[in-house]
């Protein structure tokens, strides 16, 4: 079994900074794609961005391009979210989720599609 244990999450003023980090236990990330989620309060659940199991090929949603960065680190088990020029609407609980990737080719994750999620970590964006 994947466990994936979310951090980072925090206040944050309009135009600041935060860095997500989804840590995995039980199995290795190596053969994973890994997939960032939203949910803002009263929104249906947003997919943010995505990682194919190498990171070489990346995906994000159109309102967090050019601000957002997914990375991840094979050998810690983990994956980031960098979020710059955080705005207002980019306030909600962000999930971490991975889906079996072996032939690092998904790059487009689908949340009916994951295995395995975190709990959740919580982004406000405020003055």
């Known amino acids: 079994q994947l466990q994936l244990v979310e951090s980072g999450g925090g206040s944050v003023q309009p135009g600041g900074s935060l860095r997500l980090s989804c840590t995995a236990s039980g199995l290795s990330l190596n053969y994973y794609a890994i997939g960032w989620f939203r949910q803002a309060p009263g929104k249906v659940r947003e997919g943010v961005s995505c990682t194919s199991s190498s990171g070489d090929s990346t995906n994000y949603v159109d309102s967090v391009k050019g601000r957002f960065t997914i990375s991840r680190d094979n050998a810690k088990n983990t994956v980031h979210l960098q979020m710059n020029n955080l705005k207002p609407e980019d306030t909600a609980v962000y999930y971490c989720?991975?889906?079996?990737?072996?032939?690092?080719?998904?790059?487009?994750?689908?949340?009916?599609?994951?295995?395995?999620w975190g709990k959740g970590t919580l982004v406000t964006v405020s003055s």
């Open positions: 989720a991975a889906v079996a990737d072996y032939s690092d080719s998904r790059y487009r994750c689908s949340g009916n599609e994951m295995d395995y």
